[in-house]
Structure formats: structure tokens, C-alpha cells
Nanobody, 121 residues
Framework: QVQLVESGGGSVQPGGSLRLSCEVS????????MGWFRQAPGKEREGVAS???????RYADSVLGRFTISKDYAKNMLHLEMNSLRPEDTAMYYC???????????????WGQGTQVTVSS
């Protein structure tokens, strides 16, 4: 059974930074797609960033240039470095693993429980 556990959320002022982490446990094959989604109150869940098995990265237009996704293969950890945060980045952030990137994880999806990010002055 695959388990994903997020950490690193919190409250920050506009312009600040946060680093989210996702610990992955259980059986995972060498392929697949890892990524982050977010969901703000009253809005649909949206893809934020993904990284495929070859290290290819994709980002939502709204976070391009501000967020960086990375994977620590030795520790089975996924990270999301978030800089220049804006109030509109406020949301619950979810780590996800899927069979492929389209451009975010899809197919046989696994989800973490989420971590809250709040950007406010």
C-alpha cells in the first residue's frame, strides 16, 4: 500500500517562502509521475507541479518561475519549494502519485492528506 505524507505547510506573509515535503512509503515502481495539487475553498483541485520518472518537470502557469519541484530518490521524498508567495496561493496542498503525467499525475492515483498553506498579511 502506497502512503504519502505531506509536511511543511503554514502561514506566511506575501512575498515569503515555504518548502513542502512529501514522504513516500510502500511499493512504488520506478516509473510514474509525482506531483502537487492544490485546492482553495470553493474552487476545484488544480495541478501545480509534476516530475516524471526521467526528471522532467512541469508547472502550472500561475506558479512558473516561483515554485520548484524536486525529488530525493534516495530518501523517497518529494519537495515543493515555493517563493514569492501570493495570497492567491492560499490552499490545501496535496502530494500525489500517478501512473503518468498529463501534465500532472493521473491514472491509479494516490493522495496524501494535505497540508495547509496560508498567505496573508
Amino acid at each position: 500500500q502506497v502512503q504519502l505524507v505531506e509536511s511543511g505547510g503554514g502561514s506566511v506573509q506575501p512575498g515569503g517562502s515555504l518548502r513542502l515535503s512529501c514522504e513516500v512509503s510502500g511499493y512504488i515502481d520506478s516509473g510514474g509521475c509525482m506531483g502537487w495539487f492544490r485546492q482553495a475553498p470553493g474552487k476545484e483541485r488544480e495541478g501545480v507541479a509534476s516530475i516524471d520518472s526521467r526528471g522532467g518537470r512541469r508547472y502550472a502557469d500561475s506558479v512558473l518561475g516561483r515554485f520548484t519541484i524536486s525529488k530525493d530518490y534516495a530518501k523517497n521524498m518529494l519537495h515543493l519549494e515555493m517563493n514569492s508567495l501570493r495570497p492567491e496561493d492560499t490552499a490545501m496542498y496535496y502530494c500525489s502519485r500517478g501512473a503518468w503525467c498529463t501534465p500532472f499525475p493521473s491514472g491509479n492515483l494516490y493522495w496524501g492528506q494535505g497540508t495547509q498553506v496560508t498567505v496573508s498579511s
